[in-house]
């Protein structure tokens, strides 16, 4: 079964450069969340988006933005990149009309700054 | 912020005992919840879920006990194996004030000995 495709898997960046994470949800999936999940910390949601629009916002520092394309593929940017933004940043999807349905995560982009 | 939070960071158990772990929520308005196993670089992976309306539920060698009274949710891996050493997450949604995502809480680290 196709599952959440996320790349790059890995991204090192230096400090104040840019960096783009790109999601790629399951087929049919039309809501797409962002998370950054720091060492030994649990996953933070940062934003979600249904419909190419978004739908809910979380901790994204205002450095950060997001957006969904018309295939439902979503995209982050983050600019001026700090140390501690290093991180694994998750995607995950799910169809919006299912509520009681899991998210389906990716495996990830780790980024590290340095 | 509400959270959902983990009583014990940690729990190493003997290959073939049961495993229990546990979390606390604070969302009364919360009515999905799902534990999520996540395994060291990889994006985390759905065990099991639970609506509010039921407080109990069964997979295959594990379940999750919901009770509401106290806002606590547990997971019981029967029969442990090497193969279930993780970090466990739980994570909750409600009709509050998000548009779905998940908000987790502080993983508890599995480990198994053989």
């Known amino acids: 079964a196709a599952g959440v495709i996320q790349s790059p898997r890995h991204l090192i960046k230096e400090k104040r450069e840019t960096a783009t994470l790109k999601c790629y949800p399951i087929p049919r999936h039309d809501t797409v969340y962002w998370y950054q999940q720091g060492p030994g910390q649990d996953p933070q949601f940062l934003i979600s988006f249904y419909e190419k629009m978004q739908s809910d916002k979380g901790s994204i520092p205002d450095r950060f933005s997001a957006q969904q394309f018309s295939d439902y593929h979503s995209e982050l940017n983050m600019s001026s990149l700090e140390l501690g933004d290093s991180a694994l940043y998750f995607c995950a999807s799910r169809p919006w009309t299912s509520w009681y349905t899991e998210a389906f995560f990716g495996q990830g982009t780790r980024l590290t700054v340095v | 912020g509400e959270s959902v939070g983990l009583h014990l960071p940690t729990l190493s158990v003997q290959e073939g005992d049961n495993s229990i772990i546990n979390c606390a929520y604070s969302?009364?308005?919360?009515?999905?919840f799902i534990w999520y196993k996540q395994e060291s670089g990889k994006g985390p992976q759905f065990i099991i879920d639970?609506?509010?309306?039921?407080d109990k539920r069964q997979g295959q060698r594990v379940t999750v006990l919901l009770n509401k009274t106290v806002k606590h949710l547990s997971l019981q891996i029967a029969a442990t194996q090497p193969g279930d050493s993780a970090v466990y997450f739980c994570?909750?949604?409600?009709?509050?004030?998000?548009?779905?995502?998940?908000?987790f809480g502080k993983g508890t680290k599995l480990s198994v000995k053989p």
């Open positions: 639970i609506r509010s309306n039921m």
């Open positions: 969302n009364s308005a919360s009515d999905y």
């Open positions: 994570a909750e949604r409600n009709y509050g004030g998000s548009q779905g995502n998940l908000i």
